[in-house]
C-alpha cells in the first residue's frame, strides 16, 4: 500500500491507526503540516488530497492508500512560491505563521469548491454563479482559525489569488 505526497510514492505505514497528520510530520517529516488542536476544530493540519481539503488529524493514513496528497511543501514548483503563498507575503497575511500552511492549503481546496458552484451558508443565490465576495471568503475558511490577528491579511491575501484566478 502507497500513497503519492507532493508527487513521490511513499509506503503507508504498518499501523493502521496512525493519522495521516502524524504520518506526515513523525514518518516522512514533513514539518509544515501543523498539529494544533488534533481534534479537527482549528485547521491548521489542513492538506489536499486529490485537490480536495481536508483534515489530516482526523484522517488515518491508510484511508488514502493510491491518493495524492499535497501539503505546504508541494506547492511551490521549482523553488518559486505557489501564488496564494506569494500573496500571503505581500498581504501580511501572517504574524506567527503556524496556520499559515493550513490557512493555504485550506483557500487553494476553497478555490475548487467555489469553481465547482459549491455553495455555503453565506450564498445568497443557489441558482447563480458563487461570487467570492469578502464574507463569502470569511465563511468558507471560518474553519481556520488564526490566534494572531492576521485575518484581514489572510483573506487579502486569498481575495488577491481568486481575482487572478477569475482574470486568466
Known amino acids: ?13 504498518q499501523d493502521p491507526r496512525v493519522s495521516l ?11 509544515g503540516t501543523k498539529k494544533g488542536c488534533n481534534q479537527g476544530a482549528c485547521g491548521a493540519c489542513t492538506v489536499l488530497v486529490d485537490g ?3 483534515l489530516s488529524c482526523l484522517a488515518l493514513a491508510v484511508q ?29 497575511g501572517f504574524q506567527c505563521g ?17 469553481r465547482r458552484g459549491a455553495a455555503s451558508h453565506v450564498t445568497a443565490d443557489l441558482t447563480a454563479a ?12 471560518s474553519g481556520n482559525l488564526c490566534r494572531c490577528g492576521a485575518h484581514n491579511g489572510i483573506i487579502d491575501a486569498i481575495g488577491e489569488m481568486v481575482a487572478a484566478e477569475l482574470a486568466a
Open 98 to 114: 503556524y496556520c499559515t500552511p493550513g490557512q493555504i492549503c485550506s483557500a487553494i481546496g476553497m478555490a475548487t469548491e467555489a
Open 52 to 54: 480536495e481539503r481536508i
Open 1 to 13: 500500500m502507497s500513497i503519492s505526497i507532493n508527487g513521490a510514492l511513499a509506503e503507508l505505514p
Open 130 to 141: 458563487v461570487t467570492l465576495s469578502r464574507e463569502e471568503l470569511q465563511e468558507r475558511m
Open 21 to 31: 497528520l502524524d504520518f506526515l510530520r513523525e514518518d516522512l517529516h514533513l514539518a
Open 64 to 92: 488514502y492508500d493510491g491518493r495524492a496528497v499535497t501539503t505546504i511543501e508541494g506547492l511551490a514548483e521549482g523553488g518559486v512560491l505557489h501564488p496564494l503563498q506569494q500573496a500571503f507575503i505581500e498581504h501580511d
